[in-house]
């Protein structure tokens, strides 16, 4: 990596180049530009810490969600490029979901205002800030109560902003679209402390989800993926963590279980009581002042409320406790019922019963998470209608889309008479504002972060403003409006504000402040975490508690569940084309939405898959596509949030359907959080169908050698292949051709066939240089799919639109598969589903190289499978030629539809393709040469392993992928590929490919796959 | 008779397979619709003379290319000198042949706007040429972009510049080094990615 | 010494027993090649719209790209590639009736041979087109073609692509130097007929040819050596063509029976055609006399004999398919027959199949117009025998995740449709431009005119 | 008339034609030339002709083609060397396939060559002696020679009964 800047007043200094003629950026495969004269623009001033050409690395906070997970930025000539997880940071250590990745999207998004605007009429009109800061100023001076609705912010703003609402006597209302409001209100109550508590996965042997959705959604999706893959993964001891997923509906979080138990929506609290109470036995105290709780609940009760069996309750305690250390998260942002904190509080219990807390649960560091409760919004609704607010200020939420119409918001908010937004690009609630004052995009913006208590990490903006949007940083805005209300003289910067406040934090017996602010800027955070882990004394609750199994509004004989999207949130990121174009983890669906209905459901009511129906509920009703999913129960249907946008922008509106529309405006109590499982709906088939815009084509995997799997007890066992599929014979690098074949055990074996190819040309003098190869850890694979939208943002892969992908064209280099072997909704047992990424494998003997007619693609001395875009003819033979089918073709000049100021993100390193070639993964070739050019440049040195980091393998937060150079004998790659579970993917083809499997570990006997009957 | 015949058909035959090995004259790459073609000086914003600043004859300056090219050693990109490095030196020097041309690097530095020079070097897009590379292998930038510090105004059609063509970059990387094999790799993926 | 020539058939074998003198023969050939009567003007204007069609559709791909087929991932291959294997496939019943069968001295040759040469030349310049149709970039098409160039590049011999290049440019060359070698004599004879305009266009393109001696000598030697030469030529191409397919490792296309499967079927498509073909141009010129049921006979068994051959082929592909044991395979041609694209697969079977096994019965071997409705049938089954190799064998590969379906675009078939319009454009201008059927060769196998009726026998 | 070199004759019969051929060369005539509509071999013997020399053009070119083929294959993949596939730089068996085609190619082109420069081809110049019909149902004969040699062959060929005989000069 490039070095890490640090700057003091940085944004002077980051100026940039106005245009990209000298790195020749966004350069298109035939230079197809309209003006004769090409204009090479230099600095004004040159700044010195921007060289042409080399990337300067920045580090910052992902803003996107309320995880803050630590970044890294590249910028390119003084353009952001690429974000990357910070391996220093404590949240994400190096990995970023493919949200992250998005928000650069945001950055460059077309749809953002081109500065601050006022309501003229039915129109926007574009002001200065001064007259807009006036305006607000002007208002505020005069109004009765005004109101401030804010998301979450950073501690500086954060006290700013109660500052400067103090200021003003007005209100303040913070808002999470999605909040884990009733975790933190049960750790309130039972422990009596704030915020939520942090989970070790890592050191859980048995880990048990209360349908908690926690790689996906929650607290900290990077972290817990990253916490999940290494306790499930094989230790060196050959023992793995086991992971148990309770709860109606498979998420992705569930589709890696081990196990999967569907019970009933909200009857969490009744299985967790029941397996504390077999816990605890005859122990009174064990549940301290909740033991009468335990008293009333047994598996039996419990058995029949949630339907499942007694024994699978029985068993599930008994290993909770075997199985030490273990975990049991309670129901997550993705179900919240009417009972949520009454189940979080039961499996509280659990865990402390199990004597968890300080182990796995742990309070020292609580995480500052999203909590705010969706009671308050209610409460401004009714003082929006009375019209008595007659300032209403939103920030970083968007209420009038993500609340249920139900709430009346939308009819409320427009009674205000003055309505202000500090959103950055229109939605819903901008929308409808009458004075516009858009807030900076994180990337471009002072800030700072605080993920966990004791964590203090800054937000420190890479690149001056996107020059098409005159955006100015909300801290800065009320600041000087602040100014102009008390009419004193200059407003400080928020840049000061903030700074002013870490100093008047820190304590100068550690050193000067400006060092240590310098090394915060650098490193990107600051760890002042105490050691010890407390164990917290159980709390009697101070309110009558009701662990009943909480009322659905009928009528209606499907219950529906309406989650959070694992792309889109809860609807503040579906403006983004590359999560837009991600195949959902689960579904695999792309743009639009789906009903998740069990497929034995269906067939009872004669729904096939696509048919629209008609979704009702007592609360709304819309229509909706079928997915038939074998990953839910048949009494419950979901629909997942973040679709049906109206007035977000070109890539968001009437994209699939808003969920919210089918629910109540409820809170739960007494957390006071919007409950999201909560209805009941008739599902009705409108007699339409459509085809699903999926990229999947089977999810069955016929029998062949594609993602197979070892129990764990055969590990370990080599030899006796009998309980396994496939072979695994050692690994040997397969001469010259950069392919691994293993050591034949019997004859006829690929090594008997050495490659003609590793003697001619090229090889004969490349003899000595790298092989590069990739291994791919099946077992640590979450499927989160963080390394398709990595690659797609690193290597300038265009997106299709709905159309395309319909007529099977989506361009996605990373295609991850996933087939289900063992699913079954219908009682507790073991469940295996596979996710395999299938990139392009670089085979040693790649049947698509010898067909192109031109050389396009060929071999490389590195072990590469080169495709060289500009002699690309297009035949497309050798995408048929591809047996893993990961060659996609450009059959458009999809580019072109690219709108300014998004193509800024483009990698100045990658040929953007042009129209007829043929494109796939490269292995980020460019980061590569990068590399090699530096190794080169720094007197010749050897390129050292783990220098190249492809996108893919930077950005999964499971740690599931590794590349480097397989002639190196102590490399990373060289080492897990000599593990006795690697496979290569259709390895009887012989292709020799360079990309290593390692086969799933699962708890339960696998079929060994067949290739002869 | 006949054998006469006979032996100018068998010409005829070798001339037919002679036609397929004619030598085929450098095409325009890809790309090449950006070339400039525009007639000099007037193409540049300022009649800016290279010989003037780098040229070593007398009342020359003789100045090092890198001294404004200043990123050609450490990055792929040569750069193009900031309008501020002009003026560093321009403040003092009023320019004794047309001080008009060095009064409009006055007016840039007041308004702020950058130089609009027109590219003269330019390989296609899909080519990734990294100069630091071929400093670093010792190149002088007068094997690819000829002799410029005696030049006054440069020109792409200048013999010693082939960047437009591919054949030009593979003949010095095919020269066998001293170990007989090539001193550059020939490889695809080395500039095209 | 004998003066009974061999090459000249007892009276009896001819197929055309009603044509008597060298006269008739050029008068009624030659009529062809006068006025054109309503019918031809009328196919030659549906001719010409299919073609500003045709060119239309390429237009307005070229213009927006490849993407306006229905083509994708993972059916690279649909239509285009189909078509063009079926007009290669077409073109192979023509030299090899004017080569193999010159060589064998087939009997019923004569009458047929020119019509089924120029269906062969058309047809080639008509398959021609859609490698260029197909690729991505036709403005770098011109790649595979070897030539010295600035960038030290050259194609790449291992790719089956490449040798269909010198295939198929090979092919037409020969196919066409033969065709119009074969020609230049009735040119001349036209010729000495024609007047005016006419007279000049067949001056020029005849040569000069007048006959004489020696000419016919060294004629007849090249003749036949370009027969020697064409016979192996027609075998190759189409096993050329069939290894684009053979040397791939798709499931479906991976099998050695491939080029003898391809050259039976592309000799059974081509004869089919000839038959399409000649009945309609045998009425409106009224040729009856000279392409008699005789020829439609010996035409008919040609295809009954290729029919078997190609069943034999399907069955044992889904034999060893079955017999190998081999997962993959087997469910790549359980997908042929019952997967996405069955009515594809079954009309194939019922075309190719089945339906030729009427011509098994004389009846219908001589009677026209059931020949004429058969040979329909049969070119549209192998046109679907090729859709059925190309897009079933793509949609379902090796990996099912990627598994997907293909549908032909509006372009796609404008473009096929066109194709046949731009063949039949060129076949009509040749029915009325050159002798359709050959008037020396006519003249080898009828009588010589004899004098003396005593002395030795001729 | 005086001068005229040359006698055409052309009759309507086979036998006729062929005697008159064999009688002319008899009687010890250097250049007789035969019109048919047809390639007559009666007549190619009465002439007495030899072993036709188009074989050795299609040989030679056919030969020069197999090794263009080899040739150009093998040194274009050693000229700049990529491995595909796994597979030698130098595949011969794929070079064959070139190989092969590239013999048929040159092998026909040279036959025809061969052919045109052996029988004049083309010469589109009309000449006086020819006769439409030859290329319709009649043979031709022509005969060359001096002024007393040409009333003998007027005799010979009159003995044969033909439809037309006319004095002309062949002009090539």
């Given at each position: 990596?490039?070095?890490?800047?640090?700057?003091?007043?940085?944004?002077?200094?980051?100026d940039?180049?106005?245009v990209?003629?000298?790195?020749g950026?966004?350069?298109t495969?035939?230079?197809?530009?309209?003006?004769?004269?090409?204009?090479?623009?230099?600095?004004?001033?040159?700044?010195?810490d921007?060289?042409p050409?080399?990337?300067?690395?920045?580090?910052?906070?992902?803003?996107?969600?309320?995880?803050?997970?630590?970044?890294?930025?590249?910028?390119?000539?003084?353009?952001?490029?690429?974000?990357?997880?910070?391996?220093?940071?404590?949240?994400?250590?190096?990995?970023?979901?493919?949200?992250?990745h998005?928000?650069?999207?945001?950055?460059?998004?077309p749809d953002?205002?081109?500065?601050?605007?006022?309501?003229d009429?039915?129109?926007?009109?574009q002001?200065?800030?001064?007259?807009?800061?006036?305006?607000?100023?002007?208002?505020?001076?005069?109004?009765?109560?005004?109101?401030?609705?804010?998301?979450r912010?950073?501690?500086?703003?954060?006290?700013?902003?109660?500052?400067?609402?103090?200021?003003?006597g007005?209100?303040?209302?913070s808002?999470?679209?999605?909040?884990?409001?009733?975790?933190?209100?049960?750790?309130?109550?039972v422990?009596?402390?704030?915020?939520?508590?942090?989970?070790?996965?890592?050191?859980?042997?048995?880990?048990?989800?209360f349908?908690?959705?926690?790689i996906?959604?929650?607290?900290?999706?990077?972290a817990?993926?990253?916490?999940?893959?290494?306790?499930?993964?094989?230790?060196a001891?050959?023992?793995?963590?086991?992971?148990?997923?309770?709860?109606?509906?498979l998420?992705?979080t569930?589709?890696?279980a081990?196990k999967?138990?569907?019970?009933?929506?909200g009857?969490e609290?009744?299985?967790?009581?029941?397996?504390?109470?077999?816990?605890?036995?005859?122990?009174?105290e064990a549940?301290?002042?909740?033991?009468?709780?335990?008293?009333?609940?047994?598996?039996?009760?419990?058995?029949?409320?949630?339907?499942?069996?007694e024994?699978?309750?029985?068993?599930?305690?008994?290993?909770?406790?075997s199985?030490?250390p273990?975990?049991?998260?309670?129901?997550g942002v993705g179900?919240?019922?009417?009972?949520?904190?009454?189940?979080?509080?039961?499996?509280?219990?659990?865990n402390?019963?199990?004597?968890?807390?300080?182990r796995?649960?742990?309070?020292?560091a609580p995480?500052?998470?999203?909590?705010?409760?969706?009671?308050?919004i209610e409460?401004?609704?009714?003082?929006?209608?009375?019209?008595?607010s007659?300032?209403?200020?939103?920030?970083?939420a968007?209420?009038?889309?993500?609340?249920?119409?139900q709430?009346?918001?939308?009819?409320?908010?427009?009674?205000?008479?003055?309505?202000?937004?500090?959103a950055?690009?229109?939605?819903e609630?901008?929308?409808?504002?009458?004075?516009i004052?858009?807030?900076?995009?994180?990337?471009?913006?002072?800030?700072?972060?605080?993920?966990?208590a004791?964590?203090?990490?800054?937000?420190?903006?890479?690149?001056?403003?996107?020059?098409?949007?005159?955006?100015?940083?909300?801290?800065?805005?009320?600041l000087?409006?602040?100014?102009?209300?008390?009419?004193e003289?200059?407003?400080?910067?928020f840049?000061?504000?903030?700074?002013?406040?870490?100093?008047s934090?820190?304590?100068?017996?550690?050193?000067?402040?400006?060092?240590?602010?310098?090394?915060?800027l650098r490193?990107g955070?600051?760890?002042t975490?105490?050691?010890?882990?407390?164990?917290?004394?159980?709390?009697?609750?101070?309110?009558?508690?009701s662990?009943?199994?909480?009322?659905?509004?009928?009528?209606g004989?499907?219950?529906?569940?309406?989650?959070?999207?694992?792309?889109f949130?809860?609807g503040?990121?579906?403006?983004?084309?590359?999560?837009?174009?991600?195949?959902?983890p689960?579904?695999?669906?792309?743009?639009?939405?789906?009903?998740?209905?069990?497929p034995?459901?269906a067939?009872?009511?004669?729904?096939?898959?696509?048919?629209?129906?008609t979704?009702?509920?007592p609360?709304?009703?819309?229509?909706?596509?079928?997915?038939?999913?074998?990953?839910?129960?048949e009494?419950?249907?979901?629909?997942?949030?973040?679709g049906?946008?109206?007035?977000?922008?070109r890539y968001?509106?009437?994209?699939g359907?808003?969920?919210l529309?089918?629910?109540?405006?409820?809170?739960?109590q007494p957390?006071?959080?919007?409950?999201?499982?909560?209805t009941?709906?008739?599902?009705?088939?409108?007699?339409e169908?459509?085809?699903?815009?999926?990229?999947?084509?089977?999810s069955?995997?016929?029998?062949?050698?594609?993602a197979?799997?070892?129990?764990?007890?055969?590990?370990?066992?080599?030899?006796?292949?009998?309980?396994?599929?496939?072979?695994?014979e050692e690994l040997?690098?397969?001469?010259?051709?950069g392919?691994?074949i293993?050591?034949?055990?019997?004859?006829?074996?690929?090594t008997?066939?050495?490659?003609?190819?590793?003697?001619?040309?090229?090889?004969?003098d490349?003899?000595?240089?790298?092989?590069?190869?990739?291994?791919?850890?099946?077992?640590?694979?979450?499927g989160?799919s963080?390394?398709?939208?990595?690659?797609?943002?690193?290597?300038?892969?265009?997106?299709?639109?709905?159309?395309?992908?319909?007529?099977?064209?989506?361009?996605?280099?990373?295609?991850?598969?996933?087939?289900?072997?063992?699913?079954?909704?219908?009682?507790?047992?073991?469940?295996?589903?596979?996710?395999?990424?299938?990139?392009?494998?670089?085979?040693?003997?790649?049947?698509?190289?010898?067909?192109c007619?031109?050389?396009?693609?060929?071999?490389?001395?590195?072990?590469?499978?080169?495709?060289?875009?500009?002699?690309?003819v297009?035949?497309?033979?050798?995408a048929?030629?591809?047996?893993?089918?990961?060659?996609?073709?450009?059959?458009?000049r999809?580019?072109?539809?690219?709108?300014?100021p998004?193509?800024?993100?483009?990698?100045?390193?990658?040929?953007v393709?042009?129209?007829?070639?043929?494109?796939?993964?490269?292995f980020?070739v460019q980061?590569?040469r990068e590399?090699?050019?530096?190794?080169?440049?720094?007197?010749?040195?050897?390129?050292?392993?783990?220098?190249?980091v492809?996108?893919?393998?930077?950005?999964?937060?499971a740690?599931?992928?590794?590349?480097?150079?397989?002639?190196?004998?102590?490399a990373?790659?060289?080492q897990?590929?000599s593990?006795?579970r690697?496979?290569?993917?259709?390895?009887?083809?012989?292709t020799?490919?360079?990309?290593?499997?390692?086969?799933?570990?699962?708890?339960?006997?696998?079929?060994?796959?067949?290739?002869?009957? | 008779?006949?054998?006469?015949?006979?032996?100018?058909?068998?010409?005829?035959?070798?001339?037919?397979?002679?036609?397929a090995?004619?030598?085929?004259?450098?095409?325009?790459?890809?790309?090449?619709?950006?070339?400039?073609?525009?007639?000099?000086?007037s193409?540049q914003?300022?009649?800016?003379?290279h010989d003037?600043?780098?040229?070593?004859?007398?009342?020359?300056?003789?100045?090092d290319?890198?001294?404004?090219?200043?990123?050609?050693?450490?990055s792929?990109d040569?750069?193009?000198?900031?309008?501020?490095?002009c003026?560093?030196?321009?403040?003092?020097?009023?320019g004794s042949?047309?001080?008009?041309?060095?009064?409009?690097?006055?007016?840039?530095i007041?308004s702020?706007?950058?130089?609009p020079?027109?590219?003269?070097?330019?390989?296609?897009?899909?080519?990734?040429?990294?100069?630091m590379?071929?400093?670093n292998?010792?190149?002088?930038?007068?094997?690819?972009?000829?002799?410029?510090?005696?030049?006054?105004?440069?020109?792409?059609?200048?013999?010693?510049?082939?960047?437009?063509?591919?054949?030009?970059?593979?003949?010095?990387?095919?020269?066998?080094?001293d170990?007989?094999?090539?001193?550059?790799?020939?490889?695809?993926?080395?500039c095209?990615? | 010494?004998?003066?009974?020539?061999?090459?000249?058939?007892?009276?009896?074998a001819?197929?055309?027993?009603?044509?008597?003198?060298y006269?008739?023969?050029?008068?009624?050939?030659?009529?062809?090649?006068?006025?054109?009567g309503?019918?031809?003007?009328?196919?030659?204007?549906?001719?010409?719209a299919?073609?500003?069609?045709?060119?239309?559709?390429?237009g307005?791909q070229?213009?927006?790209g490849?993407?306006?087929s229905g083509l994708?991932s993972?059916?690279?291959?649909?239509?285009?590639?189909t078509?063009?294997?079926?007009?290669v496939?077409?073109a192979?019943?023509?030299?090899?009736?004017?080569?193999?069968?010159?060589l064998f001295?087939?009997?019923?040759r004569?009458?047929?041979?020119?019509a089924?040469?120029?269906?062969?030349?058309?047809?080639?310049?008509?398959?021609g087109?859609?490698p260029?149709?197909h690729?991505?970039?036709?403005w770098?098409a011109?790649?595979?073609?070897?030539?010295?160039?600035?960038?030290?590049?050259?194609?790449?011999?291992?790719?089956?692509?490449?040798?269909?290049?010198?295939?198929?440019?090979?092919?037409?060359?020969?196919?066409?130097?033969?065709?119009?070698?074969?020609a230049i004599?009735?040119i001349?004879?036209a010729?000495?007929?024609?007047?005016?305009?006419r007279k000049?266009?067949?001056?020029?393109?005849?040569?000069?040819?007048?006959?004489t001696?020696s000419?016919?000598?060294?004629?007849g030697?090249a003749?036949?050596?370009?027969a020697?030469?064409?016979?192996?030529l027609?075998?190759?191409?189409?096993?050329?063509?069939?290894?684009?397919?053979?040397?791939t490792?798709?499931?479906?296309?991976?099998?050695?029976?491939?080029?003898p499967?391809?050259?039976?079927?592309?000799?059974?498509?081509?004869?089919?055609?000839?038959?399409?073909?000649?009945?309609?141009?045998?009425?409106?010129?009224?040729?009856?006399?000279?392409?008699?049921?005789?020829?439609?006979?010996?035409?008919?068994?040609?295809?009954?004999?290729?029919s078997?051959?190609?069943?034999?082929?399907?069955l044992s592909?889904?034999?060893?398919?079955?017999?190998s044991?081999?997962?993959?395979?087997r469910?790549?041609?359980?997908?042929?027959?019952f997967?996405?694209?069955?009515?594809?697969?079954?009309?194939?079977?019922?075309?190719?199949?089945?339906?030729?096994?009427m011509?098994?019965?004389?009846?219908?071997?001589?009677?026209?117009?059931?020949?004429?409705?058969i040979?329909?049938?049969?070119?549209?089954?192998m046109?679907f025998?090729?859709?059925?190799?190309?897009?079933?064998?793509?949609?379902?590969?090796?990996?099912?995740f990627?598994?997907?379906i293909?549908?032909?675009?509006?372009?796609?078939?404008?473009?096929?449709v066109?194709?046949?319009?731009?063949?039949?454009?060129?076949f009509?201008?040749?029915?009325?431009?050159?002798?359709?059927?050959?008037?020396a060769?006519?003249?080898e196998?009828l009588?010589?005119?004899?004098?003396k009726?005593t002395?030795?026998?001729? | 008339m005086?001068?005229?070199?040359?006698?055409?004759a052309?009759?309507?019969?086979?036998?006729?034609?062929?005697?008159?051929?064999?009688?002319?060369?008899k009687?010890?005539?250097?250049?007789?030339?035969?019109?048919?509509?047809?390639p007559?071999h009666?007549?190619e013997d009465?002439?007495?002709?030899?072993q036709?020399?188009?074989?050795?053009?299609t040989l030679?070119?056919?030969?020069?083609?197999?090794?263009?083929?080899?040739?150009?294959?093998?040194?274009?993949?050693?000229?700049?060397?990529l491995v595909?596939?796994?597979?030698?730089?130098?595949?011969i068996?794929?070079?064959?396939i070139i190989?092969?085609?590239?013999?048929?190619?040159?092998?026909?082109?040279g036959t025809?060559?061969?052919?045109f420069?052996l029988?004049?081809?083309?010469?589109?110049?009309p000449?006086v002696v020819?006769?439409?019909?030859?290329?319709?149902?009649?043979?031709?004969?022509y005969?060359?020679?001096?002024?007393?040699s040409?009333?003998?062959?007027?005799?010979?060929m009159?003995?044969?009964?033909?439809?037309?005989?006319?004095?002309?000069?062949l002009?090539?």
């Amino acid at each position: 990596m490039a070095e890490n800047k640090s700057m003091k007043d940085g944004i002077k200094r980051r100026d940039f180049l106005r245009v990209l003629g000298v790195s020749g950026a966004g350069a298109t495969l035939t230079g197809c530009s309209t003006e004769k004269v090409e204009r090479l623009l230099p600095y004004v001033v040159a700044p010195d810490d921007i060289t042409p050409g080399v990337s300067t690395w920045y580090t910052t906070v992902c803003g996107g969600c309320s995880a803050q997970c630590g970044m890294w930025v590249r910028t390119r000539e003084g353009r952001a490029i690429k974000v990357e997880g910070n391996p220093n940071h404590p949240v994400s250590e190096g990995g970023l979901c493919a949200k992250g990745h998005a928000t650069l999207q945001h950055l460059y998004h077309p749809d953002r205002f081109l500065g601050p605007m006022m309501r003229d009429g039915s129109e926007f009109r574009q002001v200065t800030w001064e007259e807009a800061e006036s305006l607000l100023a002007a208002r505020l001076g005069s109004a009765q109560n005004p109101m401030l609705i804010s998301g979450r912010m950073g501690p500086s703003l954060n006290k700013l902003v109660d500052e400067f609402v103090e200021g003003i006597g007005g209100v303040r209302v913070s808002y999470d679209a999605i909040s884990d409001a009733p975790l933190a209100e049960a750790a309130r109550i039972v422990y009596g402390t704030a915020g939520i508590p942090q989970y070790d996965l890592e050191n859980a042997r048995f880990l048990l989800s209360f349908g908690n959705d926690f790689i996906e959604t929650g607290s900290s999706p990077v972290a817990h993926n990253k916490g999940l893959a290494r306790m499930s993964s094989v230790d060196a001891a050959g023992s793995k963590g086991r992971f148990v997923y309770l709860g109606p509906r498979l998420s992705l979080t569930g589709l890696n279980a081990d196990k999967w138990i569907p019970i009933r929506p909200g009857t969490e609290a009744a299985v967790a009581l029941a397996m504390a109470a077999v816990i605890a036995g005859d122990d009174p105290e064990a549940a301290g002042p909740y033991s009468n709780v335990l008293q009333a609940y047994n598996p039996r009760v419990a058995a029949q409320v949630a339907g499942v069996t007694e024994d699978a309750i029985f068993e599930l305690a008994e290993d909770f406790v075997s199985e030490a250390p273990t975990l049991a998260l309670g129901p997550g942002v993705g179900a919240h019922h009417r009972g949520a904190t009454a189940a979080n509080i039961a499996v509280m219990i659990l865990n402390h019963v199990a004597g968890n807390v300080g182990r796995t649960v742990l309070y020292d560091a609580p995480v500052n998470g999203a909590v705010s409760a969706y009671a308050d919004i209610e409460a401004t609704v009714s003082a929006m209608a009375s019209g008595e607010s007659e300032v209403v200020m939103v920030h970083g939420a968007n209420p009038v889309y993500s609340i249920p119409p139900q709430a009346g918001f939308a009819e409320a908010f427009a009674q205000v008479p003055f309505k202000v937004s500090f959103a950055s690009a229109l939605d819903e609630t901008s929308e409808m504002a009458d004075l516009i004052l858009p807030d900076r995009h994180f990337l471009e913006a002072w800030g700072d972060s605080s993920p966990l208590a004791g964590v203090i990490a800054v937000q420190q903006p890479v690149m001056q403003p996107v020059p098409h949007f005159e955006s100015k940083q909300t801290g800065d805005v009320l600041l000087s409006v602040a100014n102009k209300l008390s009419g004193e003289g200059d407003a400080a910067t928020f840049y000061d504000y903030l700074q002013e406040h870490h100093r008047s934090a820190y304590d100068e017996a550690d050193g000067d402040f400006e060092d240590a602010w310098q090394e915060l800027l650098r490193t990107g955070m600051a760890d002042t975490r105490g050691e010890e882990a407390r164990v917290l004394e159980l709390q009697s609750p101070e309110i009558a508690l009701s662990f009943e199994v909480p009322t659905f509004d009928a009528p209606g004989d499907l219950t529906l569940l309406v989650h959070p999207s694992p792309r889109f949130g809860a609807g503040e990121f579906s403006n983004s084309p590359w999560l837009q174009e991600l195949p959902d983890p689960v579904s695999k669906i792309v743009w639009h939405s789906w009903l998740e209905m069990n497929p034995h459901t269906a067939e009872l009511r004669g729904i096939r898959d696509g048919d629209i129906v008609t979704v009702t509920s007592p609360h709304g009703s819309l229509e909706v596509p079928v997915w038939l999913y074998p990953g839910i129960r048949e009494d419950v249907v979901a629909l997942a949030m973040g679709g049906g946008h109206t007035g977000m922008g070109r890539y968001a509106d009437d994209k699939g359907v808003n969920a919210l529309g089918l629910l109540p405006s409820t809170s739960e109590q007494p957390s006071g959080a919007l409950v999201t499982t909560v209805t009941s709906v008739t599902v009705i088939p409108t007699g339409e169908n459509r085809r699903l815009a999926t990229v999947e084509g089977s999810s069955d995997q016929h029998d062949r050698l594609i993602a197979p799997a070892v129990a764990l007890a055969d590990l370990g066992h080599a030899g006796d292949d009998e309980h396994e599929e496939g072979g695994h014979e050692e690994l040997r690098e397969l001469q010259g051709v950069g392919g691994f074949i293993p050591v034949p055990a019997d004859e006829g074996a690929p090594t008997a066939f050495p490659l003609e190819g590793s003697r001619h040309g090229l090889y004969a003098d490349a003899q000595e240089g790298p092989r590069w190869a990739m291994a791919i850890d099946l077992d640590k694979c979450t499927g989160c799919s963080a390394c398709v939208t990595a690659c797609q943002a690193e290597n300038n892969v265009p997106w299709v639109g709905e159309e395309q992908v319909l007529m099977g064209r989506d361009m996605n280099w990373v295609r991850i598969e996933r087939f289900y072997e063992q699913v079954d909704a219908t009682q507790a047992g073991d469940l295996d589903v596979r996710f395999l990424p299938m990139i392009c494998q670089h085979c040693g003997n790649a049947p698509c190289e010898t067909v192109c007619p031109v050389f396009a693609t060929y071999h490389t001395p590195e072990g590469l499978n080169a495709q060289v875009y500009n002699r690309c003819v297009g035949t497309r033979y050798c995408a048929n030629n591809c047996p893993y089918k990961v060659r996609v073709f450009n059959w458009y000049r999809y580019t072109d539809e690219v709108p300014e100021p998004l193509n800024w993100q483009w990698n100045p390193d990658v040929t953007v393709r042009d129209n007829g070639v043929m494109e796939k993964c490269s292995f980020c070739v460019q980061r590569i040469r990068e590399v090699q050019n530096r190794a080169a440049l720094e007197g010749g040195r050897e390129v050292r392993d783990h220098e190249v980091v492809p996108a893919c393998e930077q950005s999964c937060p499971a740690e599931a992928i590794v590349f480097g150079n397989i002639r190196d004998p102590n490399a990373r790659i060289t080492q897990v590929s000599s593990s006795e579970r690697t496979y290569r993917v259709l390895e009887d083809l012989n292709t020799q490919p360079a990309v290593n499997y390692l086969k799933k570990v699962t708890f339960h006997e696998v079929a060994s796959v067949g290739h002869e009957e | 008779m006949r054998k006469h015949w006979l032996i100018g058909g068998l010409a005829s035959l070798l001339t037919l397979a002679g036609l397929a090995f004619i030598q085929e004259g450098p095409q325009e790459p890809p790309g090449s619709e950006d070339m400039v073609e525009v007639e000099y000086p007037s193409g540049q914003p300022i009649a800016f003379p290279h010989d003037q600043h780098a040229g070593s004859q007398p009342g020359q300056n003789n100045m090092d290319c890198q001294y404004c090219h200043y990123s050609a050693e450490r990055s792929v990109d040569a750069g193009i000198p900031s309008v501020s490095s002009c003026w560093g030196c321009h403040q003092a020097i009023p320019g004794s042949n047309n001080p008009e041309e060095v009064a409009k690097i006055q007016q840039h530095i007041q308004s702020g706007d950058p130089i609009p020079w027109v590219r003269i070097y330019k390989v296609a897009d899909h080519v990734h040429f990294p100069h630091m590379r071929h400093l670093n292998a010792g190149l002088e930038c007068q094997q690819c972009h000829g002799e410029v510090q005696e030049l006054q105004v440069l020109d792409s059609r200048d013999p010693a510049w082939g960047g437009d063509n591919m054949g030009w970059c593979v003949e010095c990387h095919r020269q066998p080094d001293d170990t007989g094999k090539a001193q550059a790799s020939t490889d695809c993926t080395v500039c095209h990615y | 010494m004998s003066l009974v020539p061999e090459g000249r058939t007892a009276r009896g074998a001819v197929p055309h027993p009603d044509v008597h003198t060298y006269d008739e023969v050029n008068r009624d050939v030659l009529r062809a090649l006068e006025t054109p009567g309503k019918a031809w003007w009328a196919l030659l204007a549906v001719a010409a719209a299919g073609v500003v069609l045709f060119f239309g559709a390429w237009g307005w791909q070229l213009y927006k790209g490849i993407g306006v087929s229905g083509l994708n991932s993972p059916v690279g291959w649909g239509v285009y590639i189909t078509t063009f294997v079926f007009w290669v496939g077409i073109a192979h019943s023509g030299t090899l009736i004017s080569a193999i069968l010159f060589l064998f001295r087939a009997p019923w040759r004569q009458s047929i041979y020119r019509a089924a040469e120029a269906m062969t030349v058309f047809a080639v310049m008509t398959a021609g087109l859609f490698p260029l149709i197909h690729v991505g970039r036709l403005w770098h098409a011109y790649w595979l073609i070897p030539y010295p160039n600035s960038r030290f590049l050259w194609p790449n011999f291992k790719s089956p692509l490449v040798w269909d290049v010198f295939a198929i440019t090979t092919y037409f060359t020969v196919s066409a130097t033969f065709f119009y070698l074969g020609a230049i004599p009735d040119i001349a004879a036209a010729r000495d007929r024609a007047t005016g305009l006419r007279k000049k266009f067949y001056q020029v393109i005849s040569l000069g040819w007048r006959g004489t001696d020696s000419q016919w000598h060294h004629f007849g030697k090249a003749y036949i050596f370009l027969a020697a030469l064409a016979a192996p030529l027609v075998l190759s191409v189409h096993s050329v063509v069939s290894w684009d397919f053979a040397m791939t490792i798709v499931p479906g296309w991976h099998a050695t029976i491939f080029a003898p499967y391809f050259v039976a079927g592309a000799i059974f498509s081509g004869v089919a055609m000839v038959i399409t073909l000649v009945v309609p141009m045998r009425k409106i010129f009224g040729l009856e006399a000279y392409l008699t049921t005789k020829h439609f006979d010996a035409m008919a068994k040609l295809c009954l004999l290729t029919s078997l051959i190609v069943l034999y082929a399907y069955l044992s592909e889904f034999f060893l398919a079955w017999y190998s044991g081999e997962e993959i395979e087997r469910t790549a041609f359980r997908n042929r027959l019952f997967g996405d694209y069955w009515w594809a697969a079954w009309t194939m079977l019922t075309c190719n199949g089945f339906v030729p096994i009427m011509l098994w019965f004389r009846r219908i071997r001589h009677s026209i117009p059931a020949l004429f409705v058969i040979s329909i049938f049969i070119n549209i089954g192998m046109w679907f025998e090729r859709y059925v190799i190309v897009v079933t064998s793509l949609h379902h590969e090796y990996e099912p995740f990627a598994w997907g379906i293909y549908r032909p675009s509006l372009t796609e078939m404008a473009i096929l449709v066109g194709s046949f319009c731009w063949f039949g454009f060129w076949f009509l201008l040749f029915t009325r431009l050159l002798p359709p059927i050959a008037i020396a060769e006519l003249k080898e196998v009828l009588p010589a005119p004899i004098r003396k009726k005593t002395g030795e026998a001729y | 008339m005086e001068n005229a070199t040359g006698l055409l004759a052309s009759y309507e019969y086979l036998d006729s034609t062929v005697d008159a051929i064999k009688a002319l060369k008899k009687a010890g005539f250097e250049t007789v030339k035969a019109y048919s509509p047809y390639p007559e071999h009666h007549i190619e013997d009465a002439l007495g002709y030899g072993q036709s020399p188009v074989r050795v053009w299609t040989l030679v070119s056919g030969l020069t083609g197999t090794a263009t083929g080899f040739a150009l294959t093998i040194w274009t993949s050693i000229d700049w060397p990529l491995v595909v596939g796994g597979k030698p730089i130098v595949s011969i068996p794929a070079y064959i396939i070139i190989a092969f085609e590239m013999t048929i190619l040159f092998g026909a082109l040279g036959t025809i060559i061969g052919l045109f420069v052996l029988s004049r081809l083309p010469s589109i110049k009309p000449t006086v002696v020819y006769d439409p019909e030859f290329s319709s149902g009649r043979y031709g004969v022509y005969v060359e020679g001096n002024h007393q040699s040409l009333e003998e062959a007027r005799q010979i060929m009159n003995e044969q009964q033909p439809i037309e005989l006319r004095e002309g000069e062949l002009d090539d």
